[in-house]
């Protein structure tokens, strides 16, 4: 079986490299069958290294510990649940997880893509083989995932019982999918440039897998956070980590590409900018999976000892240059066609959240790397602690949630300062009112806090205020009731109000941050006996009684621990009773035979298991950290140790029953940390809005479903865009977002535009030009006046006249594939 | 104001907010870190009145607490004859155990180094810590 691995692995380096010939051949050459190579290598490599995943699994599920990945991370005693995740807790797995996820998400974008962008597709085809190389070669020449040694060990080591928790399941691919994801942006920004092909074409095809990226590593983050919080003993979730940090940085990169990119969809701007961002996430990405590979930076999650240090910044350093390269010495064709009208307008409003999120990227890279910086300016190494990027990041938090709810009633293009402030005015009264509310309760304190509160309120309401209006122009249409126009509304407009939705979740995510950072409880108590109380907070707990038990091995929850300690707390807020919560400590085996036969089968690392009482208002939890090395427990095993041996664990675990019933009986004082966090529920909440609202505007609408696209198409393209334009334009007035005057006068310019797009489309016809929808209204006397456009042209072909000001714009404006419609019905 | 000046205007005063942001940042960076240290180099350096962050292995045997109080000694990671004793109070994470590799803020007060508290983290051996031969043995 290792030797079949061996082979997939060497085959896979052998298609990458071939693929990577032939797609840049095919990109230069034109000819179509050596892209079509080039594409196909990408689905060998998919092929090849799920059958290396597959492989590898099955050593996992059938404890085969001749694989020293399996006999390094999991054992016969791990459950089944965790022998299949051990597998990426391994350097060799999680390299081969990482090449695998790529190798798949490239076969999704280069299959999706396989009519369109040949040029680009196949720059992109060998860049994309060039990662998958890079990750394969790793593999082959520095940590193989198939080695294997002699004699084969009896057992494992185990799973690390702090990755024994469901989340840890999940996480892992959930973060590399988003780190992979982030590289198609990369490659195809990078295929762009080097064909010369930088108008909006390869934006609308990236853009989903740009946001699939985005949305992956975001829910990837927050599991992440959510596993510290309750998993790991120190009641935090985010601690400004430099792991931590370096996933966060290409999400915020990504975020500020995925508002960008409508810029340029839209007007023609800020290509430079849109070049940028993707090509910065990706690196950034590839730096992530760098700085946990090679222990550069003091962090809790990166080790020393590994040694694709050099490789990673190999890479890093050729896709910089790389990068560098490409942009200036393209700059010719990356020139804006439009400028900012007006700096009251969403282009604007977007600009300034795009230079916001990138200047947040930029202090938490210097923050993370001024360990390193330093290092280098001054000969000494220091580093900066949370409140510093706290000091940067909360102001900039504050903007960005502000913008958040800014962008949506500002009109393109320009905008009236009465109009805007007319449509500001019911968030600003929503803010306005929760900061009364907040007041009149008496929380006076924490004024960053009490800003997010009413920020967080204004982006809502101003969202909530879009809804509103969106279906009241819908209903006055289609007279449909107020919750179907609401859906209606929101199902053909996927693109507009998922990015909405994710505004609220995010806005929803922040209010827990900041609450649960600002008026937490937190008690430390360093020796807590049976039947004493303690206040936390409003809460007071109470230490009932202490539990201790030999792990039942038949428990479906149960994670492979021989023992937990535990104590019984009971909560109660004013006298009345709130709820009974059940800290207790994971004792696992360890290897170490020093130990004895008894101790080493609790030597292991003790583990948390949180209580935690998770309610929409407050969680409070506890942690214990039992003392089992009281002078009698600690005789307890030395005796077992003496007198049983190791070929006796059965006997073994007596002494260990023995020993709990002891703790039962003379229980020592125990350590405990409490707390009361307020809405920490609202994170987890938040994460969820933004995912939901990410997968709607990820979600093709109905229609798009059955289009083909066939050849590539930007003149429809920018045709498309352009009539979306037009009919957004239409619902901001219906809206009131835009004054009469300002619409008459953008709509004539946006006519006028479109003209100028069709009479380009009409001397180049395409295949199947007899297809009516496709030609000029002959009505039009416009269409024949080539170059000068009609500034009253009233008949636009393919433009359907709105029946109800809002529904049509969706089913096209959903994705921007959909252009070839008219042409092939 | 035509256009074209306007935009230079804007982009200049773009530019010079930046830049004041970017010298404001990289100044507190400078003023708020703490050095990171080894024990040893905090051994030669230390100050009393400053923070450091120390970076090192628990010794073996050196753990014990006392009261509230847990007491250590950090060594470097190659070689342990410098041990940094350090007395801590705050919370200590799971993974903490001697011969693990941990970061932890300390101030030198007389003979021991106080840390700072709750800033001790361990590092978190969930990933790829290469056990060296003689232990897969064991294993």
């Known amino acids: 079986m290792a030797l079949l691995g061996h082979v997939c692995l060497g085959l896979a380096l052998i298609v990458c490299a071939y693929g990577i010939v032939v797609s840049v051949y095919g990109a230069r050459s034109g000819r179509a069958e050596f892209s079509l190579a080039g594409r196909r290598s990408v689905y060998a490599l998919a092929s090849l290294l799920t059958v290396g995943m597959v492989l590898l699994e099955i050593a996992f599920v059938g404890d085969d510990f001749a694989f020293n990945a399996v006999a390094d991370t999991s054992s016969r005693t791990t459950p089944l649940l965790y022998r299949l995740a051990a597998l990426w807790s391994s350097q060799e797995g999680s390299l081969l997880l990482w090449a695998w996820l790529l190798s798949m998400w490239s076969s999704l974008v280069l299959f999706l893509t396989r009519k369109r962008l040949q040029e680009v597709a196949s720059y992109a085809t060998a860049i994309l083989l060039g990662f998958g190389g890079f990750f394969v070669g790793l593999m082959v020449f520095y940590a193989n995932p198939f080695t294997t040694t002699n004699p084969v060990p009896a057992e494992g080591v185990g799973l690390d019982p702090l990755l024994r928790f469901p989340t840890m399941m999940i996480h892992p691919p959930m973060l590399y999918s988003g780190y992979t994801l982030c590289t198609i942006p990369l490659a195809f920004a990078m295929g762009a440039l080097i064909a010369r092909k930088v108008d909006g074409e390869w934006i609308a095809v990236i853009r989903r897998f740009a946001l699939a990226a985005w949305l992956f590593l975001g829910m990837g983050i927050l599991l992440g956070a959510s596993w510290s919080f309750s998993e790991l003993g120190w009641g935090g979730y985010w601690a400004w980590d430099a792991v931590e940090n370096a996933s966060l940085l290409p999400w915020l990169t990504g975020t500020a590409f995925l508002h960008s990119l409508m810029i340029q969809e839209r007007r023609g701007m800020l290509k430079v900018w849109n070049v940028s961002l993707p090509l910065a996430t990706g690196i950034l990405a590839i730096m992530g999976t760098f700085m946990v590979r090679s222990g550069i930076l003091d962090s809790i999650h990166a080790f020393g000892g590994a040694t694709l240090g050099v490789p990673f910044l190999l890479l890093i350093a050729a896709l910089l240059a790389g990068s560098i390269y490409l942009v200036v010495s393209r700059r010719a064709i990356l020139a804006s066609t439009h400028h900012l009208d007006s700096l009251l307008s969403r282009e604007a409003i977007f600009l300034f959240n795009n230079l916001v999120l990138v200047g947040l990227a930029f202090v938490i890279f210097w923050g993370t790397w001024f360990p390193k910086i330093s290092e280098a300016l001054t000969g000494q190494s220091a580093s ?3 409140p510093w990027f706290d000091r940067y990041t909360v102001p900039l938090a504050l903007i960005l949630v502000l913008l958040s709810g800014i962008g949506p009633v500002i009109a393109w293009r320009r905008a009236t300062p009465r109009g805007v402030l007319r449509n500001l005015l019911f968030p600003i009264a929503a803010a306005l009112l929760t900061l009364t509310v907040l007041i009149a309760a008496g929380i006076t304190q924490k004024p960053l806090a009490i800003a997010m509160f009413c920020c967080a309120a204004f982006a809502l309401g101003s969202v909530a205020q879009e809804l509103w209006r969106g279906t009241r122009v819908r209903r006055g249409a289609s007279g449909e009731a107020p919750p179907v126009a609401l859906l209606a509304l929101i199902r053909r407009n996927r693109r507009r109000y998922g990015g909405y939705i994710v505004h609220v979740g995010m806005a929803v995510l922040f209010v827990g941050v900041a609450a649960s950072s600002s008026f937490q409880h937190v008690t430390q108590l360093r020796a807590f006996s049976p039947g004493q109380s303690t206040r936390v907070g409003a809460y007071t707990i109470h230490y009932i009684r202490p539990t201790a038990a030999l792990t039942p091995h038949d428990d479906p929850t149960h994670t492979g621990s021989t023992l937990n300690v535990g104590a019984v707390l009971r909560v109660t807020k004013d006298g ?49 950290a039992p003392e089992l090395e009281s002078p009698k427990l600690k005789h307890i095993i030395e005796v077992g140790n003496k007198t049983i041996p190791f070929s006796r664990p059965d006997e073994g675990l007596f002494v260990i029953d023995f020993l709990a019933h002891e703790y039962l009986k003379h229980p020592p004082p125990a350590q405990f940390r409490l707390e009361v966090s307020p809405l920490i529920m609202w994170i987890w909440l938040g994460g969820l809005i933004v995912f939901a609202g990410g997968l709607l505007a990820l979600s093709p609408s109905p229609g798009a479903l059955r289009r083909r696209i066939t050849r590539p198409a930007s003149l429809e393209l920018a045709r498309e865009v352009k009539y979306r334009e037009l009919r957004d334009l239409e619902l901001d007035l219906a809206t009131g977002k835009l004054s009469r005057e300002d619409y008459e006068a953008t709509n004539a310019t946006l006519r006028a535009e479109a003209m100028d797009i069709l009479n380009q489309l009409e001397p180049e016809p395409p295949a199947d030009a007899s297809d009516p929808t496709d030609a000029l209204d002959p009505a039009n006397p416009g269409s024949s006046d080539s170059g000068r456009p009609n500034g009253r042209a009233r008949s636009l072909p393919g433009l359907p006249e709105q029946e109800d000001g809002v529904s049509d714009e969706q089913d096209r404006e959903e994705d921007s594939p959909a252009v070839e419609v008219a042409l092939h019905e | 104001m035509n256009p074209a000046r306007k935009r230079t205007v804007r982009l200049v005063v773009a530019l010079s907010a930046a830049l004041l942001l970017a010298t404001a940042l990289i100044y507190t960076s400078f003023n708020a870190s703490s050095p990171a240290l080894t024990p040893s180099q905090l051994l030669r350096e230390a100050q009393p009145g400053r923070s450091y962050q120390l970076t090192g292995t628990v010794v073996k045997g050196s753990v014990h607490h ?7 000694s950090v060594a470097d990671r190659a070689n342990g004859t410098d041990a940094v004793p350090v007395a801590y109070a705050g919370i200590v994470p799971d993974p903490f155990k001697e011969g693990r590799e941990i970061i932890v803020t300390v101030q030198k007060q007389g003979a021991v180094y106080a840390g700072e508290q709750n800033s001790l983290i361990t590092k978190c051996p969930s990933k790829y810590t290469v056990a060296p031969p003689s232990e897969k043995q064991n294993a």
């Open chain 2, 66 to 72: 006392d009261g509230g109080v847990l007491h250590f």
């Open chain 1, 384 to 386: 900066v602690g949370p």
């Open chain 1, 576 to 624: 009345h009773y709130v709820t009974t919560l059940r800290p207790s400590e994971d004792f696992y085996e360890s290897q170490e035979e020093s130990q004895g036969s008894v101790g080493h089968l609790i030597g292991g690392q003790p583990v948390s298991s949180v209580g935690i009482e998770a309610s929409l208002t407050r969680d409070i939890w506890a942690a214990i």
